[in-house]
């Protein structure tokens, strides 16, 4: 399955667009972009999905360029309670999505 | 969506001995994931837990070690055999909601082996 590349943190602030960036250069055909937010003591759970160009729901957008080599997380106004890890993942899709590798996740701290 | 459940929610346990996680889904799914999560650090893979035949392992975990039963679609136990300090961490479930693309976890069991 392929790596994903992500920073190990960022910082932001209530109100707020955040925006996290992830490398996937090995991504395969079979794969989709995925992420997961994990908040402590939780279990991740699943944010969002895609496979190219901009996926969009309720919680954020995904963005995806035609080489499918990166992804951009996009949290509209964030607020303290998005303070969490978020992990990028490509999720083969062979497997019904189901065999997650995960890569080391960003760690967002939002600040009042 | 898919709701998951684990007992025990943390425990601490003596080095040698044996810990039982349960994961409890409450729907019927073909597969269960165990993951391993340690301080600080992100979610491994151990193992899949396949109902009716025996469990798939990841590199790096073999079946004495971390011991995986799956008796019907909604259940399954992890064992994690012969406890040292370097098994402390947080042990994860988790399943395919119906939709398939997404998976959902459990709270997790906080293992420290002292």
């Known amino acids: 399955l392929a790596k994903t590349t992500q920073p190990i943190s960022m910082d932001s602030y209530e109100g707020q667009e955040v925006n996290i960036t992830c490398s996937h250069n090995?991504?395969?055909?079979?794969?989709?972009i995925t992420w997961y937010q994990q908040f402590p003591s939780q279990g991740p759970r699943f944010i969002i999905q895609?496979?190219?160009t901009k996926v969009t729901n309720e919680v954020a957008s995904l963005f995806i360029p035609a080489d499918r080599k990166s992804s951009t997380l996009s949290l509209p106004r964030v607020s303290l309670s998005d303070t969490a890890v978020y992990y990028c993942?490509?999720?083969?899709?062979?497997?019904?999505?189901?065999?997650?590798?995960f890569g080391t996740g960003t760690r967002l701290l939002v600040s009042p | 969506s898919a709701v998951i459940s684990q007992k025990p929610s943390r425990d601490i346990c003596q080095r040698g001995t044996s810990l039982t996680i349960q994961c409890q889904v409450d729907?019927?799914?073909?597969?269960m994931f165990w993951y391993r999560q340690q301080p600080g650090q992100s979610l491994t893979l151990i193992a899949t837990?396949?109902?009716?035949?025996?469990?798939?392992?990841e590199s790096g975990f073999v079946i004495d070690k971390f011991p995986i039963s799956r008796p019907n679609l909604t259940f399954s136990t992890l064992t994690v055999s012969n406890m040292s300090p370097e098994d402390s961490s947080i042990y994860l479930c988790?399943?395919?909601?119906?939709?398939?693309?997404?998976?959902?976890f459990g709270p997790g069991t906080r293992l420290t082996v002292l």
């Open positions: 729907s019927q799914v073909t597969m």
């Open positions: 988790s399943a395919p909601g119906r939709e398939n693309n997404e998976q959902f």
């Open positions: 090995n991504i395969a055909t079979n794969d989709y």
């Open positions: 993942l490509v999720a083969d899709m062979n497997t019904g999505f189901q065999k997650l590798v």
């Open positions: 895609g496979y190219k």
């Open positions: 837990a396949n109902q009716g035949s025996e469990a798939t392992y």
